[in-house]
T-cell receptor, first 112, second 113 residues
C-alpha cells in the first residue's frame, strides 16, 4: 500500500508567518499534489508536481508556493500566512496515467 | 464554475438498505471518474473508479454507474453498513496532462441502525 505521510496533523501559526507543510511518499510515484478542503467546497487543487523540480499551478495557487527537490518529498509553503488560509491541507501521490491518487491524513492548519 | 457537483450535502439510510450517491459534471473532456470516502480526521480513501469507455464498474458492495449522455454518475452501496457512514467525494479527470482531479463538494452519508 502507498504510504503518504504529512509531517503535522495540527498546526497553529500567526498571521504573516512563513509556514512549511511537508509531505513524503514511499512508493516512488511521479505525481504529487497539494489540496485544501473547506466545508461546502470539496477539495481544491493548490499545486501539483509531475517530476522533481517540476511544478504547475492548480486552481487556487495564490499565496502559496511549492518545492520538490527529491521525488519522495513535496513541500507546500505559505509565504505570508493569512487567516483565510485556515483550512485542512491534504497531500496526495499518484503513479501517473489513469490511477487513483493516494492521500495523507491531512494537516489542520489554523492561522491566528 | 463548479465542474463537478454533488447536489445532496447529506443522506441518511437505514442499515441493510441501498445507498445511492449522485454526482453531475459539466466538462465533456472528463474521461476518468473516481469515488473517495473520507472519515473525520483522516485523508480521503480511494473507493472505486470508472473509465468513460464503461458504463458500470462493480467491486463487492460498491457499484459505480456512468451515464455519459446525462453527464451523471452514481455510487450504489448494497447493503449499507454502519461503517459506511462517512463523507463521499466524487472526482473526475480529463484526457491527457498529469491527471489533475476535480472534486465535488461531498455528500455526508449516515447509516442508521
Amino acid at each position: 500500500d502507498v504510504k503518504v505521510t504529512q509531517s503535522s496533523r495540527y498546526l497553529v501559526k500567526r498571521t504573516g508567518e512563513k509556514v512549511f507543510l511537508e509531505c513524503v511518499q514511499d512508493m516512488d510515484h511521479e505525481n504529487m499534489f497539494w489540496y485544501r478542503q473547506d466545508p461546502g467546497l470539496g477539495l481544491r487543487l493548490i499545486y501539483f508536481s509531475y517530476d522533481v523540480k517540476m511544478k504547475e499551478k492548480g486552481d487556487i495557487p495564490e499565496g502559496y508556493s511549492v518545492s520538490r527537490e527529491k521525488k519522495e518529498r513535496f513541500s507546500l509553503i505559505l509565504e505570508s500566512a493569512s487567516t483565510n488560509q485556515t483550512s485542512m491541507y491534504l497531500c496526495a501521490a499518484q503513479p501517473g496515467g489513469n490511477q487513483p491518487q493516494h492521500f495523507g491524513d491531512g494537516t489542520r492548519l489554523s492561522i491566528l | 464554475d463548479q465542474q463537478v457537483k454533488q447536489n445532496s450535502p447529506s443522506l441518511s439510510v437505514q442499515e441493510g438498505r441501498i445507498s445511492i450517491l449522485n454526482c453531475d459534471y459539466t466538462n465533456s473532456m472528463f474521461d476518468y471518474f473516481l469515488w473517495y470516502k473520507k472519515y473525520p480526521a483522516e485523508g480521503p480513501t480511494f473507493l472505486i473508479s470508472i473509465s468513460s469507455i464503461k458504463d458500470k464498474n462493480e467491486d463487492g458492495r460498491f457499484t459505480v454507474f456512468l451515464n455519459k449522455s446525462a453527464k451523471h454518475l452514481s455510487l450504489h452501496i448494497v447493503p449499507s453498513q454502519p461503517g459506511d457512514s462517512a463523507v463521499y467525494f466524487c472526482a473526475a479527470s480529463a484526457k491527457g496532462g498529469a491527471q489533475k482531479l476535480v472534486f465535488g463538494q461531498g455528500t455526508r452519508l449516515t447509516i442508521n441502525p
